[in-house]
């Protein structure tokens, strides 16, 4: 069974800093993994997806990585604004996609 | 163009009434998504379509639970019966062909009293 995992839960910085988000899987056989970000009482938004021959996808400031080998993904936001602020979530599959539960951002101006 | 929509985007019920939910995908997509997420939760996955079909239905909490696609389109989640564990937003995604990239709806919060 695929499960996923997000660390950290919960990440706070100042206005204009770089920073990663963490992804990781436990079944390396994977078919894609998608990121987005959901903001408080809306759906989700589509940010990158990688597909498993893909090492990277780059999006503006956004830049994800992805290594099957070691079941890892993650997401690099440039210059971070506090429109950034949002949970940003970590999918893996197709069809029947497993979340992560998600690292909440807030980008303090 | 139109991106996926759901309906109500708000229902209020009582426990042991039925509820429909509904999803429109976006025009052309071919795979249809259903998911629930409850209040501090994370996405649950319930079902979803390949076209008419539902090759894996796993995810469905009970019996209670039940969906279908017309017209390789809208889709349609009954949950009869509700409880107020049901409690909870329910999202509708869709994508294309491979890769598979998932829009998502904007979603259902659903309360049962």
């Known amino acids: 069974k695929q499960e996923v995992t997000q660390i950290p839960a919960a990440l706070s910085v100042p206005e204009g800093e770089n920073l990663v988000l963490n992804c990781s899987f436990t079944?390396?056989?994977?078919?894609?993994l998608q990121w987005f970000r959901q903001d408080p009482g809306k759906g989700l938004t589509s940010l990158l997806l990688?597909?498993?021959?893909?090492r990277e996808q780059t999006s503006g400031r956004l830049n994800a990585s992805l290594d099957k080998s070691s079941g890892r993904s993650t997401l690099y936001i440039a210059a971070s604004q506090p429109g950034d602020s949002a949970t940003y979530l970590c999918?893996?599959?197709?069809?029947?996609?497993?979340f992560g539960d998600g690292t909440t951002l807030t980008v303090k101006p | 163009g139109a991106g996926v929509s759901q309906s109500p985007s708000n229902k209020v019920t009582e426990k042991g009434k039925d509820v429909e939910l509904r999803c429109d995908p976006i025009?052309?997509?071919?795979?249809l998504y259903w998911y629930r997420q409850s209040l501090g939760q994370g996405l649950e996955f319930l079902i979803y379509?390949?076209?008419?079909?539902?090759?894996?239905k796993s995810g469905l909490p009970s019996d209670r639970f039940s969906a279908e696609r017309t017209g390789g389109s809208v889709s349609t989640l009954t949950i009869q019966r509700t409880q107020q564990e049901d409690s909870a937003v329910y999202l509708c995604?869709?994508?294309?062909?491979?890769?598979?990239?998932?829009?998502f709806g904007p979603g259902t919060r659903l309360t049962v009293t």
């Open positions: 995604a869709s994508s294309s062909d491979p890769p598979y990239e998932q829009y």
């Open positions: 999918a893996v599959g197709a069809g029947k996609s497993t």
């Open positions: 990688i597909q498993s021959s893909q």
């Open positions: 079944d390396s056989a994977i078919y894609n």
């Open positions: 379509f390949q076209g008419n079909s539902a090759p894996d």
């Open positions: 025009s052309g997509h071919t795979a």
